[in-house]
């Protein structure tokens, strides 16, 4: 079985500022892609990221790093030079290559960027 | 390039009434979800299928929901009778393919209200 867990339910970051959202995640399957969305008030989620478990280096996207400690399973988000439209709540999950390869979500954290 | 389509946006219906939401993926997109988000929680998987046959549906509550992709490209989700804690936000999603690469794109979401 699969978990994602998002201990930080709510964050609160200056604009211009970064911020890094905490993801850990457990599974016993050796091959999983990791992804990042965001999920606006709008409700449509958007792929923001995506590191595979084989992947040597992190994945960047933009202003979006993702922070690959595989040892510690942990994959956190990292936003640089936050902006307002940041504002919104962000989802980490995974997905096994084996088996059904069903995408499994953690609760989420809020991100609020502050002017 | 359009993205992934749902209808209707909102809907309010009473226990024990039915409902049904319509899914239009991305052209050639061989695999669509739907997922079930409750508030303050991550989505979760309802339902998988691969071109017009299903791959998973463990966590479908079968004995009132039910769903059908015919011909490979527009899904109809069904709740009957609906419950109170089946009002969530119904999340329609789509994969080129399947593998733990395939970004999912999603659709705005179908909110229902069960009084």
């Known amino acids: 079985a699969q978990k994602i867990t998002q201990t930080q339910p709510g964050m609160f970051v200056q604009e211009k500022e970064a911020v890094t959202l905490d993801c850990t995640y457990d599974?016993?399957?050796?091959?999983?892609?990791l992804f990042w969305y965001k999920q606006p008030s709008s409700g449509e989620m958007i792929f923001l990221i995506y590191?595979?478990?084989?992947?040597?280096q992190n994945a960047t996207e933009g202003r979006y790093s993702l922070n690959f400690q595989k040892a510690r399973k942990s994959a956190n988000l990292v936003i640089s030079a936050s902006q307002l439209g940041d504002s919104a709540m962000y989802f980490c999950?995974?997905?096994?290559?084996?088996?059904?390869?069903?995408?499994?979500f953690g609760t989420g954290t809020r991100l609020t960027i502050i002017p | 390039e359009a993205g992934v389509a749902q209808s209707p946006r909102y809907k309010i219906i009473e226990k024990r009434q039915s409902v049904a939401f319509w899914c239009n993926p991305i052209?050639?997109?061989?695999?669509l979800y739907w997922y079930q988000q409750i508030l303050g929680q991550g989505p979760k998987l309802l339902i998988q299928?691969?071109?017009?046959?299903?791959?998973?549906d463990s966590q479908l509550p079968k004995d009132r929901f039910s769903a059908e992709r015919l011909k490979g490209v527009d899904s109809t989700l069904k709740i009957q009778p609906a419950k109170l804690e089946d009002s969530a936000v119904y999340l329609c999603?789509?994969?080129?393919?399947?593998?733990?690469?395939?970004?999912?794109?999603f659709g705005p979401g179908t909110r229902l209200t069960v009084l």
């Open positions: 590191q595979g478990s084989y992947d040597q």
């Open positions: 052209s050639g997109h061989a695999t």
């Open positions: 999950a995974m997905r096994a290559v084996s088996g059904n390869e069903k995408l499994t």
């Open positions: 299928f691969q071109n017009n046959g299903v791959v998973d």
């Open positions: 599974t016993s399957d050796p091959s999983y892609g």
């Open positions: 999603a789509s994969s080129l393919d399947r593998g733990s690469y395939n970004e999912q794109f």
